[in-house]
Nanobody
Framework: QVRLVESGGGLVQPGGSLRLSCATSRLTFSRYAMSWYRQAPGKERELVATIGSFGGIANYSESVKGRFTISRDNAKNTVYLQMNSLKPEDTAVYYC??????????WGQGTQVTVSS
């Protein structure tokens, strides 16, 4: 059974940093594009960042560009999201997704990030 497990969320003050991790298992990790999404209360889930398979090009939403960095370690089957200069509007549940377009998608269970003073 494929598993994606996010970790690293928590409470941080505005301007602070967090690093999220998403560890995968039973997945040919290097074949999958990996993404981070987030969902704030009362809002739709939105794409935050994507990195291609085999460590390809990374793309970011405009709201996080320049502050967040997505990376992957294919040897550890893990994707990361480094989040700097956090703002209260970054507060959300963050989810990772593994995908091969038109073939398969897998989601993690999410990790809460709260940015508040």
């Amino acid at each position: 059974q494929v598993r994606l497990v996010e970790s690293g969320g928590g409470l941080v003050q505005p301007g602070g940093s967090l690093r999220l991790s998403c560890a995968t298992s039973r997945l040919t990790f290097s074949r999958y594009a990996m993404s981070w999404y987030r969902q704030a209360p009362g809002k739709e889930r939105e794409l935050v960042a994507t990195i291609g398979s085999f460590g390809g090009i990374a793309n970011y939403s405009e709201s996080v560009k320049g502050r967040f960095t997505i990376s992957r370690d294919n040897a550890k089957n893990t994707v990361y999201l480094q989040m700097n200069s956090l703002k209260p509007e970054d507060t959300a549940v963050y989810y990772c997704k593994a995908s091969i377009p038109r073939i398969s998608n897998y989601w993690g269970q999410g990790t809460q990030v709260t940015v508040s003073s």
